[in-house]
C-alpha cells in the first residue's frame, strides 16, 4: 500500500509539463466547484443566521405564566425600516433577547448602532425616549446596517395593551410573552426556501462540472493506466492508484477553493438582500459545514475517478480499443417527460419541499437527456456536414456526447433557470408601496436571479474552458501529426468550435424553453420585459463566454500540434 | 537537374541550440524510388525527413521539389504543399478516432475542394486494393494495428503525392504485419509513381527499398544502392491502385 502511494505521488510529480498543466486544470475546476459550493451551502446558513438573530421579534404567546410583553412596531423613515420593539417587564429576572445586555426599564431605550447615528434626525427626535440604555449588538440585528430600537414601558402604558401598533409586516401586536426566544417569522421562512431553491439550482450544474474534474484526471492516466494494467497491476492497485491521484489534486483543489471563497466575500456581504448587506460571519458557515465539503469534494471526485475508471479496470484492453459506443436509448427521454408531467399539477399553493423535489426532479433528467439529445445532434450534424470541420464536430459529438454534454450543460442548466425565473422574475409595477417587506422580496427575487444566474454561468465558463483544453491535451497526438501532414489548424480549430456552439445553440435553446413551461403554473405575475432583457443579455453572455473559453486554449492547441516530433508519452 | 529527380535536399544544415542534427547532408530522391533512411537514434534521421518533408525549415541548404525550391515556402504555403504534394505514415496515432476508416481517408481530400460525396468515394476506392474491403466503416479502434497502418497507406496516397514519408512505419506492428504493411506501403507508392522516403532502424524494413542512405552524426555515410537484387518485390506488384487500368497515365497527369 505504501509504496502503491509513493509510486501514485512519483507519476503524480513526474507527468512533465503537461502532466503539470492537466492537473492544473483538475485543480482549478476543483478549486472553483469547491468555491461556489461553499457558497451555496452558506447561503442557506447565512439566511438560517439570519431567521434566527430575527426570530426574538416574533413573539409567541406564553403558555404558562408570561414575564413580560413585547410589541412590535415598524414604520419608514426616509425609505428605511425602522423597528422598534415596546417592551414592559412583568416578573423581573427575564433573560433580555439576543443582542441586549440588559433590557431597557421604562423610559429607557436601546439602540443599533446604525439607529444611533441617525437619531438626531428630525424625523426621529422625539420618537423614543431621551434615555439611552445600551445598545442592541449584532446577534439581535438581521444586517449591519439595520435600524432597530428597543423601547423599555411600564406594563400599563397604552403601547403594550395591543392599541397603537402599526400595520406594518414585520409588526406584531402587543403580546404576553415568557421569554424572548421568538419563533421564525414567515417573511424569513419565505427567504429559507428560497435560498434552498437557488441551492439546488447551483448544486446541480457543480456536480455536473465535478464529475468532468475528476473524469479530467481520469481521461489522462487512460493509457498510461492501461499499460499498468498491462504489466500486471491487479483492478484493485490501479484503482487505489488513480483515486489516490484525483483524491490528492481534489484535496488541493478544494483548499485552494476554499481560499478563492474568502477573497470572494467580502464583496459579497455588500449586496444587500432584505434591505441590507450581510455580516461577515454570515457567509462563513462554521466549521464543521466547511470540513464537510472540504471532505465531500474529494470523496466524490474520488467516486467519480471509479466510475471513469471501470472500463480500465474490466479489461486491460478496454481502453486501448475504442469501440463505437453503443447509442443512447429513448428511455431517457421519458423521464423528463413524467417530470415535465408533474409540473402543471403543482399549482400555486403547492408546498416549498414539493417545489424543490420535482425542480430538482426534472433537473437530473434534463441531465439524463442531455447526452442522448447531444447525439441526436451529432448524427444530424454528421448527416449534414459538407465541410471537414463539420464533418469531424459531428462525429465527436456522436462518439462522446457525454462529454460534449459536460461542456454545455452548465449553459442548458442555466438555460432552464433563465427560462424558468426569466418569466417570474416580478416587474417594479408590482412592487406594493405600502407593504416594504413584500416589496424587497419581489426585489430579493430578481438579486437571488441573478446571483444563480452568475454563478451557473461561471460553472459554464469555467467548465467550457477546462473541457476544450483536456481535450485538446487528450488529443495532442493525432492533432500534431494532423498538422505535419498539411491540415490547416484553423479546420480543427473550426471543429472544436463548432463540436461546442451546435449543441449550446439546440440545448441552450432547448432547456430555456422547458424552464418556461415549467414556470408557466408559477408565473401568475405574468411575463415581465425586465426578465425577458435578463434573459437575453445572460443567453449573450453564456454563448459569448463558453466560446471566449474555448478559444482560450487555441494556443495551447497550437503549442501542442507545432511539436516537431510528437511521441507518445 | 534532370526531370527524373523528384526531391533534392542540397547542402541540409540543422541545429537545436549546440546539437548539430544536420551537418551538411546532399539527398536526391527520383522518380518512383523507394529509399530508406537509416542510422542510430539522434543520428538525424527524422530531422532529415522533417526538413525534406518541409515541416522544419533547414538553417541554410536548399530543398527542391520538381525543379522548384521549396524551403523558403512560408508556413502556410508548406502546409498545402504537405497535403496536396507529400503523403504522410506515421508509427501510429495519426486516424483520428471518431471517423470512420473512410473518412479518415477522405479527409485530405475534403480538405481540398473535393465535395464530401466525392471525396468519400474515391477513398473507398482505395479500401479493395489494400486488401481492407468492408473496413470503411469501422472505426480505428476497431482495426488491428496492421489494418490501421493500411488505411494511413491509403490516406497518404489519396491524394496522389509525388512523395509518400514514412517514419517508422511499421514501428508499433509485429515482425509479419509489418512486413505486409511494408510490402503494400512499397507496392502502392510505386504503382501511383510517387517515390518513397523511409525512415527506419529496421534493416528489415530497409529491405525493401531500392536504395538505403544512412545518417551518422548528421552527415550521409553512403548512398549505396540495396545489397539484394534492385527490388525483389515490386517484381510482383499487383495492381494496389483503386484504378487499375491506368493508374500510371493518371498519377502522371498531374
Redesign the interface.
Known amino acids: 500500500m505504501r509504496n502503491l502511494m509513493a509510486l501514485t505521488w512519483r507519476l503524480l510529480r513526474g507527468g512533465g509539463r503537461r502532466g503539470l498543466l492537466g492537473s492544473s486544470l483538475t485543480v482549478a475546476a476543483v478549486a472553483v466547484s469547491t468555491t461556489l459550493l461553499i457558497f451555496a451551502v452558506a447561503v442557506n446558513f447565512a439566511f438560517a443566521g439570519r431567521a434566527g438573530r430575527e426570530a426574538w421579534r416574533s413573539p409567541v404567546p406564553a403558555g404558562g405564566t408570561a414575564r413580560a410583553i413585547e410589541a412590535v412596531q415598524a414604520d419608514l423613515v426616509r425609505g428605511r425600516l425602522v423597528t422598534v420593539v415596546h417592551v414592559a417587564v412583568l416578573v423581573p429576572g427575564i433573560a433580555p433577547p439576543p443582542g441586549l445586555t440588559r433590557l431597557p426599564g421604562p423610559g429607557e431605550v436601546a439602540m443599533s448602532p446604525a439607529l444611533a447615528a441617525i437619531a438626531n434626525l428630525p424625523e426621529l427626535v422625539g420618537r423614543f425616549p431621551r434615555t439611552v440604555a445600551g445598545t442592541v449588538g449584532d446577534a439581535g440585528l438581521i444586517h449591519p446596517g439595520e435600524l432597530v430600537a428597543v423601547v423599555g414601558h411600564a406594563p400599563a402604558d397604552p403601547v403594550m395593551s395591543g392599541r397603537g401598533t402599526a400595520g406594518h409586516r414585520p409588526g406584531a401586536p402587543a403580546t404576553r410573552v415568557a421569554g424572548f426566544e421568538g419563533a421564525t417569522t414567515p417573511d424569513a421562512g419565505a427567504y429559507s426556501a428560497l435560498a434552498a431553491v437557488a441551492s439546488v439550482f447551483m448544486v446541480v450544474p457543480l456536480l455536473v462540472f465535478g464529475g468532468a474534474a475528476a473524469r479530467l484526471t481520469v481521461a489522462r492516466r487512460d493509457r498510461r493506466l492501461a499499460s499498468l494494467r498491462l504489466v500486471g497491476a491487479t483492478p484493485g492497485q490501479v484503482v487505489v492508484m488513480t483515486v489516490a491521484e484525483a483524491v490528492i489534486t481534489a484535496f488541493g483543489g478544494a483548499v485552494l477553493g476554499l481560499v478563492l471563497y474568502a477573497a470572494a466575500s467580502p464583496p459579497l456581504t455588500r449586496v444587500e438582500i432584505a434591505g441590507g448587506p450581510w455580516f461577515v460571519a454570515d457567509l462563513w458557515p462554521g466549521v464543521l459545514p466547511l470540513a464537510a465539503v472540504l471532505l465531500a469534494v474529494p470523496l466524490l471526485v474520488g467516486v467519480s475517478a471509479v466510475a471513469g475508471l471501470r472500463r480500465i479496470v474490466v479489461s486491460p484492453l478496454g481502453v486501448?480499443?475504442?469501440?463505437?459506443p453503443p447509442a443512447m436509448r429513448f428511455v431517457r427521454v421519458t423521464g423528463l417527460l413524467v417530470a415535465l408531467a408533474l409540473v402543471p399539477t403543482l399549482g400555486f399553493g403547492a408546498r416549498v419541499g414539493v417545489v424543490v423535489a420535482v425542480l430538482g426532479l426534472a433537473f437530473l433528467s434534463l441531465n439524463l437527456v442531455g447526452p442522448w439529445v447531444v447525439a441526436l445532434v451529432g448524427r444530424v450534424t454528421v448527416r449534414a456536414?459538407?465541410?471537414?470541420a463539420s464533418?469531424?464536430a459531428g462525429?465527436?459529438l456522436?462518439?462522446?456526447p457525454r462529454s460534449a454534454w459536460r461542456t454545455v450543460s452548465g449553459v442548458a442548466l442555466t438555460g432552464f433557470v433563465a427560462g424558468f425565473v426569466g418569466l417570474l422574475a416580478p416587474s417594479s409595477s408590482l412592487s406594493a408601496q405600502d407593504d416594504v417587506v413584500a416589496s424587497w422580496l419581489l426585489r430579493d427575487i430578481r438579486t437571488g436571479t441573478l446571483i444563480v444566474l452568475v454563478v451557473s454561468f461561471l460553472v459554464a465558463i469555467v467548465s467550457a474552458g477546462i473541457t476544450a483544453a483536456s481535450s485538446v491535451l487528450d488529443r495532442r497526438?493525432?492533432y500534431a501529426?494532423?498538422?505535419?501532414?498539411?491540415?490547416?489548424l484553423e479546420?480543427l480549430d473550426r471543429a472544436r468550435r463548432l463540436e461546442t456552439l451546435v449543441p449550446l445553440t439546440v440545448m441552450g435553446g432547448g432547456s430555456i424553453l422547458t424552464g418556461a413551461i415549467c414556470a408557466t403554473p408559477f408565473a401568475k405575475v405574468g411575463v415581465s420585459s425586465t426578465g425577458a432583457i435578463t434573459l437575453l443579455v445572460c443567453v449573450v453572455a453564456g454563448f459569448a463566454g463558453v466560446v471566449g473559453a474555448g478559444a482560450l486554449s487555441r494556443p495551447l492547441l497550437r503549442s501542442v500540434a507545432t511539436d516537431?516530433?510528437?511521441r507518445?508519452d | 537537374m534532370s526531370s527524373h529527380n523528384v526531391l533534392e535536399g542540397r547542402g541540409l544544415k540543422k541545429s537545436f541550440g549546440p546539437t548539430v542534427a544536420l551537418a551538411g547532408v546532399d539527398l536526391t530522391i527520383h522518380r518512383g524510388e523507394a529509399v530508406a533512411i537509416m542510422g542510430p537514434s539522434g543520428s538525424g534521421k527524422s530531422t532529415l525527413l522533417h526538413c525534406l518533408a518541409g515541416i522544419m525549415k533547414p538553417d541554410s541548404g536548399e530543398v527542391h521539389l520538381l525543379g522548384q525550391r521549396v524551403d523558403t515556402l512560408g508556413e502556410r504555403g508548406r502546409s498545402v504543399l504537405r497535403r496536396t504534394r507529400f503523403g504522410f505514415v506515421f508509427q501510429f496515432g495519426q486516424l483520428l478516432p471518431e471517423l470512420p476508416a473512410d473518412e479518415n481517408v477522405a479527409l485530405p481530400l475534403m480538405l481540398g475542394d473535393h465535395s464530401r460525396a466525392r471525396a468519400v468515394r474515391e477513398a473507398r476506392s482505395w479500401f479493395g486494393p489494400l486488401g481492407l474491403a468492408g473496413m470503411e466503416g469501422r472505426r480505428p479502434g476497431e482495426l488491428s494495428g496492421g489494418q490501421a497502418q493500411r488505411v494511413a497507406i491509403a490516406r497518404a496516397l489519396v491524394t496522389r503525392p509525388a512523395v509518400v514519408f514514412a517514419d517508422e512505419p511499421t514501428g508499433a506492428l509485429d515482425q509479419a504485419t509489418g512486413h505486409d504493411t511494408m510490402r503494400l506501403l512499397v507496392e502502392a507508392t510505386k504503382h501511383n509513381d510517387a517515390s518513397l522516403v523511409v525512415v527506419t532502424h529496421d534493416p528489415h524494413v530497409a529491405g525493401w527499398c531500392d536504395r538505403v542512405v544512412e545518417v551518422r552524426d548528421g552527415l550521409m555515410l553512403t548512398g549505396r544502392p540495396h545489397a539484394a537484387s534492385p527490388s525483389p518485390h515490386t517484381a510482383s506488384a499487383h495492381a494496389v491502385s483503386p484504378h487499375a487500368v491506368s493508374p500510371h497515365a493518371e498519377a502522371g497527369g498531374r
Do not use: I, M
Request: aromatic share 0%.
Open positions: 486501448a480499443k475504442r469501440e463505437t456536414a459538407r465541410g471537414p464533418l469531424l462525429r465527436r456522436v462518439d462522446d497526438q493525432t501529426l494532423l498538422r505535419l501532414a498539411g491540415t490547416p479546420v516537431p516530433a510528437p507518445p
